[in-house]
């Protein structure tokens, strides 16, 4: 996670971790230089010389403009990062396949959330944009959507390193290269995005990359800010209706509803309800969400659950903190040790509260973040013995780190293991002594 100023908070430490990169100093050795001498095009696969900085003494290295506008078949990618990135980027395998084929990508394969899908696809069929009373631009599906369905499936359009090194105009400079050398269409939609302040002309890049900014980790440890101009357009809410999250391999982000998205009948208009996104994390205490949205999005946030104020809201997250770790210590106290006051919890107990638990994050519209309580209701039901229970919850699990995380992730096979065979989990009747 990462916590940095106006970066859409999100978990993508593994980017490019193939690599193993040594990245502790960067050097500013030319010989990182990504210039590739062929007749066509002396610096491919980017479009342009690279333009650099001096060597900057915080991070010993120049950061350099690379623009390829053939990148994802024309779509375009300017980054603003070190010689050492850039190069280490452009030696992806995977990287390169959007350089070469950019029709589809490895998500949802073999996975729950269907077939490969189609990148860059243009997705207005699905969804538009119009104004939101107080909130600038909104996105809004043309017609309804059920969980996991996909909304967006794109790739970025300026990555940046994430610095606090340069002033504010030499930074204007380097970027307004990185946004003049993209295609014209592009370009003009890069234009287009909300920015943090409308009347300074001379740090509407920036002020623009920070409005709409999804934060990633390159090469290892680098932070970046990336925009994903189309997902740009979704406000926030601290329950979303939908999630993204960025493909570690492809640098593709993935927008998906996570809950049924209907008509909203509070408009005669005919318009579905507001597609959203969380900024900040829907878990956190209503005064940090509060003051995050406003420092750094500089908004405040009128959703249903901030509306209802503080005190409601900490009462919410204080009983879904409650039962967590009620049901948490169930599990890890032995089931003889009659002294621990939650072992000498019944068994229809636990299961009432695993199911409380489950209905409050349903209830605050945190479907997008269900995986770890799905995890933990498999762990109980695998703890009183029933098999029924644990392949319910692991299946919803599944789902839900696939929706979340993604379908790569490590953890799937280990709970589809635990589903086949709950015996031999150490979880399993841990609690059965106790009728
Ligand atoms: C990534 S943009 C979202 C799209 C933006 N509304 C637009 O017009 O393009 C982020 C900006 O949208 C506005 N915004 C997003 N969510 C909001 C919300 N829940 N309430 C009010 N403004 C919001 C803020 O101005 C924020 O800086």
């Not at 030696?91 to 860059?120: C, H, Q, R, Y």
């Not at 799905?374 to 009183?384: D, F, H, M």
């Not at 790569?408 to 635990?418: A, L, R, T, V, Y």
Request: net charge negative; glycine share 6%; hydrophobic share 30%.
């Amino acid at each position: 996670q990462q916590n940095e100023e106006g970066l859409y908070q999100l978990d993508s430490d593994q980017l490019f971790q193939s690599f193993k990169p040594d990245l502790q100093t960067e050097s500013s050795d030319s010989a990182d230089h990504v210039v590739v001498a062929n007749d066509n095009n002396k610096y491919a696969p980017w479009s342009y010389r690279p333009i650099c900085t001096d060597v900057l003494e915080e991070i010993d290295s120049e950061l350099c403009v690379y623009t390829s506008t053939t990148f994802a078949g024309g779509r375009g990618l300017s980054l603003f990062t070190t010689p050492r990135v850039a190069k280490q980027m452009m030696m992806s395998s995977a990287w390169s396949t959007l350089f070469i084929d950019d029709s589809s990508s490895s998500d949802s394969t073999n996975s729950a959330l269907g077939p490969k899908v189609e990148v860059n696809a243009d997705d207005t069929a699905k969804w538009y944009t119009k104004p939101v009373p107080g909130k600038g631009m909104g996105m809004f599906a043309k017609s309804p959507l059920d969980r996991g369905d996909l909304i967006l499936a794109t790739t970025p359009i300026l990555i940046a390193f994430s610095e606090n090194i340069l002033d504010a105009t030499t930074r204007e400079e380097y970027l307004r290269v990185a946004i003049d050398q993209l295609p014209g269409q592009t370009r003009d939609t890069y234009q287009r995005l909300a920015s943090l302040s409308k009347d300074k002309p001379e740090t509407r890049i920036q002020d623009t990359a920070a409005a709409n900014t999804f934060g990633i980790t390159l090469a290892g440890h680098f932070a970046h800010l990336a925009v994903f101009p189309e997902a740009s357009r979704m406000n926030h809410d601290c329950s979303p209706n939908a999630q993204f999250r960025i493909d570690n391999e492809t640098l593709t982000q993935y927008v998906r509803a996570v809950r049924a998205v209907g008509d909203d009948n509070k408009n005669n208009d005919n318009d579905n309800e507001e597609l959203t996104i969380a900024y900040t994390s829907p878990l956190d205490d209503w005064k940090d969400r509060q003051d995050y949205l406003s420092r750094s999005f500089g908004f405040r946030c009128g959703c249903a659950r901030c509306r209802r104020g503080q005190k409601a809201d900490s009462e919410a997250l204080s009983e879904i903190y409650n039962l967590q770790s009620s049901l948490q210590s169930s599990l890890t106290s032995s089931s003889s040790s009659s002294s621990s006051s939650s072992s000498s919890k019944t068994t229809g107990s636990v299961v009432a509260e695993v199911e409380r638990l489950i209905r409050l994050y349903e209830r605050e519209g945190l479907q997008g973040y269900m995986d770890p309580v799905y995890c933990l209701a498999a762990l109980i039901y695998s703890s009183i013995g029933s098999k029924r229970g644990v392949g319910k919850y692991v299946d919803l699990a599944v789902e839900a780190i696939e929706l979340r995380l993604g379908p790569e992730n490590q953890d799937i096979p280990i709970w589809k293991e635990m589903a086949k065979q709950p015996e031999r989990h150490w979880s399993w009747k841990r609690r059965k002594a106790k009728q």
